[in-house]
């Protein structure tokens, strides 16, 4: 199969088999997304692979109890855009999946002398290397889900990151349950998409 065609079959898991995986895979991949365009060559971003089991339990605990108050505060119209994903407050996959890569973004970094310089774009910047290392993921045949639970500053507290650093999103990356029934859905045409000029 070509990338593009790996591609297209991606689908967001959000039930994971629980079998081990080769941290190197993941260590790989993330060196190819640290290679992403990126503001002024700043690299604002942080990449934390857990696999402690420990350390799984207190993000899917802290997770939940975020999930809770989340449903009770959406509007009714995001509520029902959410419906055909069958998602809840349950997060399993957090423990069930062999890696959580937590993304941080940098607002700010140090020079070697400790002071602040600056970072540009780090939103733009991080969201490309995201999708740069899901492309990678999915071409070497590992599942993943993009899982941002809100507000996400638990994230920090749990793996200790320096205050500069901003939690961006979960992925939750290993090989996606077979008994997972994948969320019907359609994806807009190219017609639709692509404007030509
Ligand atoms: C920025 C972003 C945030 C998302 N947050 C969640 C989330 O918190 N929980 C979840 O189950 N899926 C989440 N998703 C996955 C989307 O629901 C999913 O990508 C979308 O429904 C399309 O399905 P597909 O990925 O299978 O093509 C998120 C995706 C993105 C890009």
């Not at 895979?25 to 690299?43: R, V």
Request: glycine share 4%; proline share 6%.
């Amino acid at each position: 199969m070509t990338l593009i065609d790996k591609l297209k079959q991606r689908r967001s898991y959000r039930e994971f088999e629980t079998e081990s995986l080769d941290i190197q895979l993941l260590i790989d991949a993330i060196e190819a997304a640290k290679y992403a365009p990126n503001g002024a060559n700043k690299q604002p971003w942080t990449f934390c692979i857990v696999k402690d089991p420990k350390i799984k339990k207190e993000i899917r605990l802290e997770s939940e109890k975020i999930e809770t108050q989340f449903y009770k505060k959406i509007t009714p119209d995001w509520k029902a855009d959410l419906s055909h994903l069958d998602v809840n407050t349950s997060k399993p996959f957090l423990e069930e999946a062999p890696y959580l890569i937590v993304i941080f973004k940098h607002i700010f970094q140090y020079d070697e002398d400790n002071h602040q310089t600056k970072v540009y774009y780090p939103d733009i910047s991080v969201g490309i290397a995201t999708g740069m290392l899901i492309s990678v993921l999915t071409d070497i045949g590992l599942d993943i889900l993009t899982y941002t639970p809100s507000p996400n500053q638990f994230l920090s507290d749990i793996l200790k990151r320096p205050g500069n650093e901003k939690p961006y999103l979960i992925l939750v990356v290993g090989k996606g349950s077979k008994s997972y029934k994948l969320p019907k859905i359609t994806k807009r045409s190219n017609e639709d998409v692509i404007k030509i000029y």
